[in-house]
C-alpha cells in the first residue's frame, strides 16, 4: 500500500509564491496527483507526474523525485481564490491503479 | 465537458434507514469509484467497478454495498443506516489520467 504525508495547514499572502510539500511510501507507484478542493466542493484535478522533474501549467507546478518518494506543488502569484485544500494522490502500481489519497493542506491567502 | 453528477446535494435519513446515492457519467468511462470524506481523514475508497456487473471493494467496504447494472451509473447503498456513516460521499470516473468527481452528497444520518 502506500502513505502520503502532506503539511496540515499553511499561510501566504496574496502576490506571493508558496510550495506544498508531500512524501510518499509506496509499495508500487505509478504517479502522482495533485488535486485543489475548495470548501464544500469536489476535488479538482490540477496536475499528473509519473517521471521525475517539473510539470508546468500556468501559475501552478508540480515537481516529483521518485527516488526521494518526494513531490511538491508550486503555486506563482498567488490570489485570495487559491485558498483551498490540495490533495496530494499517488496511484499503485496494481491492476486497477487505485488512487491513494494524502489528507490535504489547508492553503489560506490572505490579503 | 465530462460531467459527473450525484442524485443528492443533502440528504438527512434516520437510524436503520435504506440509503441509496446514485451517481451518473456522461462520457463513457468504465472505471466508476465510490469515496467517503472525513475531517482530518482525507478520501477513502468504498467500492469501485471496472465494467457493468463488476465491483471490487475498497479500503472500507464494510456497511456498503453497490451496484452498476448499466455503464454510466454506479449505486452506492447503505443497507442500514447509521450514525457513523454520516459523511461526505464523492463519487468519480476516471480516464487515463485523471478523475473526475461528482459535486458529493453530504449524509446526515440521525
Known amino acids: 500500500g502506500q502513505n502520503i504525508d502532506q503539511p496540515t495547514e499553511m499561510t501566504a499572502t496574496e502576490g506571493a509564491i508558496v510550495q506544498i510539500n508531500c512524501t510518499y511510501q509506496?509499495?508500487?507507484?505509478?504517479?502522482l496527483f495533485w488535486y485543489q478542493q475548495h470548501a464544500g466542493e469536489a476535488p479538482t484535478f490540477l496536475s499528473y507526474?509519473?517521471?521525475?522533474g517539473l510539470e508546468e501549467k500556468g501559475r501552478f507546478s508540480s515537481f516529483l523525485s521518485r527516488s526521494k518518494g518526494y513531490s511538491y506543488l508550486l503555486l506563482k502569484e498567488l490570489q485570495m481564490k487559491d485558498s483551498a485544500s490540495y490533495l496530494c494522490?499517488?496511484?499503485?502500481?496494481?491492476?486497477?491503479?487505485?488512487?491513494?489519497f494524502g489528507t490535504g493542506t489547508r492553503l489560506l491567502v490572505s490579503p | 465537458d465530462v460531467k459527473v453528477t450525484q442524485s443528492s446535494r443533502y440528504l438527512v435519513k434516520r437510524t436503520g434507514e435504506k440509503v441509496f446515492l446514485e451517481c451518473v457519467q456522461d462520457m463513457d468511462h468504465e472505471n466508476m469509484f465510490w469515496y467517503r470524506q472525513d475531517p482530518g481523514l482525507g478520501l477513502r475508497l468504498i467500492y469501485f467497478s471496472y465494467d457493468v456487473k463488476m465491483k471490487e471493494k475498497g479500503d472500507i467496504p464494510e456497511g456498503y454495498s453497490v451496484s452498476r447494472e448499466k455503464k454510466e451509473r454506479f449505486s452506492l447503498i447503505l443497507e442500514s443506516a447509521s450514525t457513523n456513516q454520516t459523511s461526505m460521499y464523492l463519487c468519480?470516473?476516471?480516464?487515463?489520467?485523471?478523475?473526475?468527481f461528482g459535486p458529493g452528497t453530504r449524509l446526515t444520518v440521525l
Open positions: 494522490v499517488g496511484r499503485e502500481n496494481t491492476g486497477f491503479q487505485k488512487l491513494v
Open positions: 468519480a470516473s476516471t480516464a487515463n489520467n485523471e478523475q473526475f
Open positions: 509506496t509499495s508500487g507507484f505509478n504517479g
Open positions: 507526474n509519473v517521471l521525475d
